[in-house]
């Protein structure tokens, strides 16, 4: 039958999950900005890779299809 009473172990875990969550959750907050810079120029990459692999198929080389699409924006 459980009488509702924790353990020490127990309660000492729970702790150390609440408070682990909680730093995880100061340290993500902190480190927002680099995060959006991760997944704006994950964007960016992702977008400019249409005109590049366009101007690959026409015949430009890889450099030369990402010099002229950079120059072009």
């Known amino acids: 039958m459980d009488t509702g009473k924790m353990t020490y172990k127990e309660f000492t875990l729970r702790v150390l999950t609440i408070v682990g969550i909680g730093l995880a959750c ?3 907050w902190r480190l927002r900005s680099i995060f959006m810079m991760g997944f704006l120029s994950s964007i960016i990459a992702v977008s400019l890779t249409i005109p590049v692999n366009s101007l ?7 450099g030369q299809a990402i010099a002229t699409t950079l120059v072009e924006l």
Do not use: A, D, T
């Not at 690959?56 to 890889?62: I, S």
């Open 56 to 62: 690959q198929r026409r015949g430009l080389k890889r």
């Open 26 to 28: 100061v340290l993500f």
